[in-house]
């Protein structure tokens, strides 16, 4: 039995790297699990996150591997040598420690700029100041509002918009947004922008991307919220700066328009 | 037959003629024998173990067939809805999915059932050096199961706040349906397990100091009580840390106090009382214990599959030293990286730097202990038998388990996958690949010694076949969802364009999860019918060196029938010094004695 045990060992790696693949390269019936598109310019955690594969694939490959070789070879059933009486090796012992040491160092500091760049090194106006958002995303149990400031660049004006679950963002610009919870918490999850931040009530915090390519997405929760977490749903839209103008400008006209009627009705 | 025990009591050994009920509750029920003590955590954490199954089966069908009606046990449990989980029903189901498996089954099996049993047998001591305090760390779980078990059957059915329990949602009893006093019971019966596992912690590291045989020193004592050591001593540092943060939310939710409840909280559209606590708090409390619990669930599994792999590979293991500097390595890093589970949380993201590099750190220890592993089979000659086979794929399933580890170790990869199904994943392939599968192997392995008699050969490797392949099947997806941002805890995750096409995949899993859980019956046969009707062990089956192999199977009150003596490690497996391809710790050097009459035994 000892070739049969050493087989099923083996095929987890097998297994394991063929589905990897298989999912990554979108072949039938796996189309579609890997990464959703990414629509942002910024591609430095799907960088980050193949190099890593990389790395700990080959690991995982040669420990399954010797693994492997081990079970097969030195079987009590067909292996009729020595055992190997041996307490460890000094030598063996620092050479792995050093080399994870090194790797893990490496990518250690290899990350730290693109963390900067997502949560550090906010967006700048020519003046120096940080740019302001342009809208800001509360969480709520269980929805997102949504506020834009309007004409005067203000939150909390006469002239802001109020949309629910609907965001609208310009497409080629760096965009800023405010993001805060009025209850539980909440995690502002955007899977083809890959960006995911907590919003926690009582601390205001900003989030920061560059979209590149029009459509619309899904705006998820991420951070269980109660029993309707899963339906807490909201749908972002990147469109040219010109449409998200005038889409701006639209929301708003009719935003007025009700409020004029509600006026009238009461 | 008289012996003494550790508290000094003289107790004897009863003919079956004058055993009452008093004498049958004094030495079955309460009882202050730490084998008695070890056996009745091994019966009640199985027993919670199948339950938090069936609770994953429920949870799995929800993910591959949402809103369907759950055939037969859909009606019994939710008449209402027609058969149909309810989406509060849902959160209540991962919540205490989690908590069943991480409070009452993992830390109390690991720590209560294999701790108590082995400690005193393996380091020649004839019980635990507080048998009382003993007996209460076993007695005020209880109080846990009524609290955990009875949060299902209050208003709101069952604690739904994640196993994590983060307030708002938690603490604010507005805030969801099982926030009321489930969650208040909840919180309760966590208190008991901490008070539990304290008791057993003081009580194993004292008794790991103190009662060590003659000439067993700290560096002849097996992996698995450096792994029992380790956890102790985790356990009494962090612990403190978390039963304080569960009296802080029990007070925040019973005395209206705001230690996590920010100002100008809307819930409902009512306005809650005025706080100026923060909800990040709690997390820091809470994972600044919950991180080393990662370790107090592995650590002791990582000594407990040394032990079986060195036994069955017949050679010494490879590097005992660095494996002990290792656990402790792993045990020190494991209190300073907390905040990896805070990436998103809103920390300072300098601060999530720092944890950054120090997680990075714990991938050093986990290679060392990998490669030593591999060294220890290398040049051995390697028996299948299923402990052997369940400690071969902890060690694959923990390849797998800590490299995924790295992925969410990286900050900015984080960003991404935190809360999604490569997390799942992760932790599963850690605590099921890992901790259940050495926990299973360890259970064949030190039966004989339990019960007296072996379990069943080709039925324990049929349940490890089993087991193994749908335990991958299961699991190993998770990553390729994880990969998509497939997040955790959704009721119905196909409410969401970007995750509609994943449903096939999750049906696949969910089969597999399905027969999973049934290959235990394999397990529950082999273990009921070798209790009774396995084969006579004798002392020494596996041919093994640690001291519990001396003793008879099963020990008597005391443990052992003459003094142990230790003369070297436990892992002189090969020796070039005897015939033999074993040398037991007792044995004299070069006098060859009769395992089963050992040559150093004393009459009483």
Wanted: charged residues 15%.
């Amino acid at each position: 039995m000892g070739r049969f045990w050493s087989l099923l060992f083996l095929s987890v790696p097998i297994l394991g790297v063929a589905i990897f693949v298989w999912s990554a390269l979108g072949l039938y019936p796996l189309q579609g699990h890997w990464f959703p598109e990414l629509v942002v310019a910024d591609d430095s955690i799907d960088h980050l996150f193949y190099v890593i594969l990389w790395m700990t694939g080959f690991v995982f490959i040669g420990t399954g591997l010797a693994m492997f070789w081990f079970l097969w070879k030195y079987d009590d059933k067909k292996y009729t040598g020595p055992v190997w009486y041996s307490h460890g090796s000094h030598l063996l012992e620092i050479i792995w420690s050093v080399i994870p040491a090194v790797v893990i160092l490496f990518l250690a500091i290899y990350q730290m700029d693109a963390w900067a760049g997502a949560r550090m090194r906010r967006p700048m106006l020519e003046n120096g100041q940080p740019k302001p958002p342009i809208a800001r995303v509360t969480g709520r149990q269980f929805e997102w509002k949504i506020q834009y400031p309007g004409e005067d660049k203000q939150f909390d004006t006469p002239d802001d918009l109020y949309t629910t679950n609907e965001l609208h963002v310009p497409r080629d610009e760096e965009v800023v947004l405010e993001i805060t919870s009025e209850d539980v918490l909440h995690s502002f999850f955007l899977p083809n922008f890959r960006e995911k931040q907590d919003v926690v009530p009582g601390m205001k915090q900003f989030v920061w991307f560059k979209p590149v390519k029009d459509g619309k997405y899904d705006i998820v929760c991420a951070e269980l919220c109660g029993w309707g977490h899963y339906k807490m749903k909201g749908q972002i839209t990147v469109e040219s700066p010109s449409d998200y103008r005038a889409w701006l400008k639209k929301a708003y006209d009719e935003q007025e328009l009700s409020e004029y009627s509600l006026a009238e009705a009461e | 037959m008289s012996s003494i025990t550790a508290d000094g009591q003289a107790t004897h050994a009863h003919t079956s003629g004058e055993f009452g009920v008093g004498e049958f509750i004094s030495t079955y029920v309460f009882s202050r024998d730490h084998k008695v003590i070890g056996l009745q955590f091994l019966f009640s954490t199985l027993l919670w173990f199948l339950i938090g199954g069936l609770l994953a089966i429920g949870i799995r069908w929800q993910l591959a067939w949402p809103w369907s009606d759950m055939p037969v046990i859909g009606p019994m449990l939710f008449s209402a809805e027609g058969g149909q989980i309810s989406p509060e029903f849902y959160t209540m189901l991962f919540t205490m999915h989690a908590t069943v498996m991480t409070f009452l089954v993992i830390i109390p099996i690991l720590a209560g059932a294999f701790g108590n049993y082995l400690i005193p047998l393996m380091i020649g001591a004839d019980d635990m050096a507080f048998p009382t305090l003993n007996m209460l760390s076993y007695w005020v779980m209880w109080p846990a199961f009524f609290f955990f078990g009875g949060s299902f059957f209050v208003a709101g059915n069952g604690a739904s706040s994640g196993w994590t329990s983060y307030p708002p949602l938690s603490s604010v009893t507005e805030a969801a349906p099982g926030s009321g006093l489930a969650q208040t019971m909840w919180l309760i019966a966590l208190t008991c397990v901490g008070i539990s596992s304290m008791m057993g912690s003081v009580n194993y590291m004292t008794t790991i100091i103190q009662m060590r045989a003659p000439g067993m020193t700290m560096m002849r004592l097996p992996m698995t009580i450096w792994g029992m050591f380790i956890t102790a001593l985790l356990q009494a540092f962090a612990l403190p840390v978390l039963t304080a943060a569960g009296f802080m939310q029990l007070a925040d939710r019973m005395f209206g106090t705001g230690f996590f409840v920010p100002e100008g909280l809307i819930v409902n559209n009512s306005e809650m009382a005025a706080g100026g606590g923060q909800p990040l708090l709690w997390q820091h409390l809470f994972w600044f214990y919950s991180h080393p619990a990662v370790y107090i669930m592995i650590l002791p599994a990582m000594g407990m599959v040394s032990d079986i792999l060195s036994c069955f590979a017949r050679k010494p293991l490879f590097g005992y030293k660095p494996m002990v500097y290792a656990i402790s390595g792993i045990a020190g890093l494991g209190f300073i990286v907390w905040g990896h589970h805070m990436f998103v949380s809103g920390m300072n993201p300098g601060l999530g730097m720092t944890f950054m590099v120090a997680t990075m750190m714990i991938a050093l220890p986990s290679a060392v202990k990998t490669f030593n592993w591999l060294g220890t089979i290398y040049g051995g000659k390697i028996q299948f038998t299923t402990p052997m086979l369940f400690a071969l794929s902890f060690v694959l399933m923990f390849v797998i388990g800590g490299l995924s580890g790295i992925f969410m170790a990286a900050t900015p990869v984080d960003i991404f996958i935190h809360d999604t199904y490569f997390i799942v994943a992760h932790f599963h392939y850690v605590l099921f690949g890992g901790t259940a599968m050495a926990v299973f192997g360890a259970i064949y392995f030190w039966f004989p010694k339990m019960f007296g008699r072996m379990m069943n050969e080709p039925l324990g490797k049929i349940h490890f076949l089993l087991t193994f392949l749908f335990m991958n099947g299961t699991f190993f997806t998770m990553h390729i969802l994880g990969a998509v941002g497939f997040p955790r805890r959704l009721a119905d995750p196909y409410h969401y364009e970007t995750f509609r096409h994943l449903l096939p995949m999750n049906q696949f899993m969910t089969i597999c999860a399905i027969l999973m859980v049934a290959s235990q019956i394999f397990f529950i046969v082999n273990f009921f019918y070798s209790i009774f009707f396995g084969p006579k062990a004798g002392r020494n089956p596996w041919h093994a060196n640690g001291l519990e192999w001396q003793a008879p199977s099963p020990p008597g009150h005391g443990n052992f029938d003459f003094q142990p003596i230790v003369y070297r490690g436990p892992y002189e497996y090969g020796s070039p010094e005897v015939d033999e391809d074993y040398y037991p710790q007792t044995q004299p050097p070069n006098e060859r004695g009769d395992t089963d009459e050992p040559a150093t035994m004393v009459n009483h």
